[in-house]
């Protein structure tokens, strides 16, 4: 989510600002914090209908970004005809990360 009211970053960070990023799912009581950065910032705002899973990108123990995952992720036509996936491999993909 890009902001245009941050004060971390004032120009993007250099590659090597990578190794210290946190990647990890939200607590249960970090969810309102959440959808009300996802209202301010999202251009859809928070829609948790379907919501599945959601991470925060942390640096420096500071919230960079949210992965919001939903249904959708699940089936991706252009992924999966990049990727080369026919019908089965797709089932099979499902059940392992399921």
């Known amino acids: 989510m ?4 941050h004060e971390l970053f004032s120009a993007d960070p250099p590659v090597s600002f990578l190794k210290n990023l946190k990647v990890r799912a939200l ?4 969810y309102q914090r959440a959808g009300e ?13 379907g919501r ?3 991470q925060a990108v942390e640096y420096a123990g500071q919230w960079v970004a ?6 959708a ?4 036509a252009d992924r999966e005809e990049w990727i ?3 019908p089965q491999q797709k089932g099979a ?5 399921g």
């Open 84 to 86: 080369g996936w026919t």
């Open 37 to 49: 950065l996802l209202d301010r910032e999202h251009y859809l705002g928070d829609v948790p209908q």
């Open 93 to 97: 993909f499902e059940v392992h990360s």
């Open 52 to 54: 599945q899973l959601l």
């Open 2 to 5: 890009i902001s245009t009211n």
């Open 73 to 76: 992720t699940w089936k991706l």
């Open 66 to 71: 949210l992965l919001d995952w939903g249904p």
């Open 27 to 30: 607590e249960p009581e970090e």
